[in-house]
């Protein structure tokens, strides 16, 4: 059970595909691992799923950059020169599909900062980015 709470806590503090997936990996591999061989089982299996879910993890990191640099290689530009995305920036990558936590993890990691209006909120809900999203930004004018 205390496992199971851990892996759960992990799961809930990870912000990104990687972490998602070395989760995801911990997990299955410790339920099959739990269910061939009891406690020895557990470990080697969250061992394996550790790597592979990682693997799978960084893979889909990865991916979403490829698609981002497609769709807008401005924003690719200025999220690796560490400088503030604009609000056209966060459209186009909840647009192009990046998850809600690899977007958050990007502001956090530009050090974006927003002041946001009745009006740019309203843009940014017409335009599909989340309401997790638009929170977070919010909550970087404070």
Request: aromatic share 4%; with cysteine; proline share 1%.
């Amino acid at each position: 059970m205390r496992y199971w709470m851990i892996c759960t806590l992990l799961a809930v503090g990870c912000a990104s595909n990687m972490g998602t997936g070395v989760i995801t990996g911990i997990t299955l591999g410790a339920s099959a691992g739990g269910l061939a061989n009891g406690g020895t089982g557990s470990l080697i299996g969250s061992a394996a799923g550790i790597i592979t879910g990682g693997l799978i993890g960084a893979a889909l990191d990865e991916q979403d950059r490829r698609v981002m640099e497609r769709s807008s290689p401005r924003t690719v530009d200025r999220m690796d020169r560490q400088e503030p995305l604009t609000i056209s920036d966060v459209i186009k990558l909840s647009q192009s599909g990046v998850i809600d936590e690899t977007i958050i993890r990007y502001l956090g990691e530009t050090h974006s900062e927003y002041n946001l209006t009745q009006t740019q909120i309203r843009r940014l809900q017409d335009a599909g980015v989340s309401s997790r999203v638009i929170t977070y930004m919010i909550d970087t004018g404070k």
